[in-house]
């Protein structure tokens, strides 16, 4: 596996890559790797010569210091799970590298950044959007590859390679929610939660489930009010958003139908702040 932490030093094997003409799967990380990483990381070695990942802890996507500061992260640790699977290349590099200047780009995204993460989290897509741009030019891979834990994220990522990149020609993939034996959503930010607060965790998934598994037939504002309340009941948990959105446009509906509507929630256990979505079927 290379380890590649300069644009430089990643063109001079890219360049290599490209005119073996070989196929690159990108899988971009902020660190912390978990099995749901490593799905991706299976999914691209899958449908593709060559896999990628970056890992790089995005300070513009982060609109509270203290999450930025508290985000875990321990590089040995995911170099060396990165070893053991089919991973090529790893771009690991610093903000500088990234960030020689103050990027002051702002991006429009027709109204899909202003709901739920977008509500709570001011400016997070636009962070977002701001490094996957960067580094979607940079790696140029053929296909790119994201986890629909993070539901919103990947329609930003969607319309962003539609509408700003659609040169680049990149197949963007969404990749099946990994979950822990309990049902909770794999996530870095698992790691920072107590025992008592990681059982609590499992329930979040639990309640969705036993909401959007099998419909229902309440109204939209009941099922938000009964999940929120079945939620809070636990010590630990705190419901920032449930939220029951279009598939496509992000936004509430007014009438939920079954293959076509997602739930959401933001989830504060003690400190920390979990997502998690789960179909309506
Ligand atoms: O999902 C993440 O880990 C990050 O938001 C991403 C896509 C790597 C951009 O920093």
């Known amino acids: 596996?290379?380890?590649?932490?300069?644009?430089?030093?990643?063109?001079?094997?890219?360049?290599?890559?490209?005119?073996?003409?070989?196929?690159?799967?990108f899988v971009p990380t902020m660190g912390a790797l978990h099995k749901g990483h490593l799905s991706l990381i299976k999914c691209s070695d899958n449908e593709n010569n060559f896999t990628l990942v970056s890992i790089f802890v995005n300070p513009t996507q982060f609109n509270n210091p203290d999450d930025l500061k508290k985000y875990p992260g321990n590089e040995t640790e995911d170099l060396d799970l990165l070893l053991r699977e089919s991973c090529d290349i790893v771009f690991i590099p610093d903000v500088d590298e990234m960030y020689p200047e103050d990027d002051k780009r702002i991006f429009d995204f027709d109204g899909i950044d202003k709901v739920m993460e977008g509500k709570f989290r001011k400016g997070h897509f636009n962070g977002v959007a701001q490094i996957v741009s960067k580094l979607f030019e940079i790696v140029r891979p053929?296909?790119?590859?994201?986890?629909?834990?993070?539901?919103?994220?990947?329609?930003?990522?969607?319309?962003?390679?539609?509408?700003?990149l659609p040169d680049?020609?990149?197949?963007?993939?969404?990749?099946?929610?990994?979950?822990?034996?309990?049902?909770l959503a794999m996530s870095s930010r698992n790691r920072l939660l107590s025992v008592s607060e990681r059982k609590s965790a499992g329930l979040i998934s639990k309640i969705l489930t036993k909401y959007g598994r099998k419909f229902s037939g309440y109204s939209v504002e009941e099922l938000r009010n009964r999940i929120a309340e079945e939620i809070n009941l636990d010590k630990n948990l705190e419901v920032e958003y449930i939220d029951i959105v279009d598939d496509e446009s992000l936004q509430t509906v007014s009438e939920i139908i079954p293959g076509k509507t997602t739930i959401c929630a933001a989830v504060y256990d003690g400190n920390v702040r979990l997502i998690d979505n789960i179909a309506i079927t």
């Open 1 to 25: 596996m290379i380890i590649a932490r300069t644009k430089k030093e990643l063109n001079r094997y890219l360049k290599l890559v490209r005119k073996a003409n070989k196929t690159i799967g």
């Open 142 to 164: 053929n296909k790119a590859y994201f986890g629909r834990k993070d539901f919103q994220q990947v329609a930003i990522i969607n319309y962003l390679n539609k509408t700003y």
């Open 168 to 183: 680049l020609g990149i197949d963007i993939i969404s990749c099946d929610i990994i979950r822990e034996g309990d049902g």
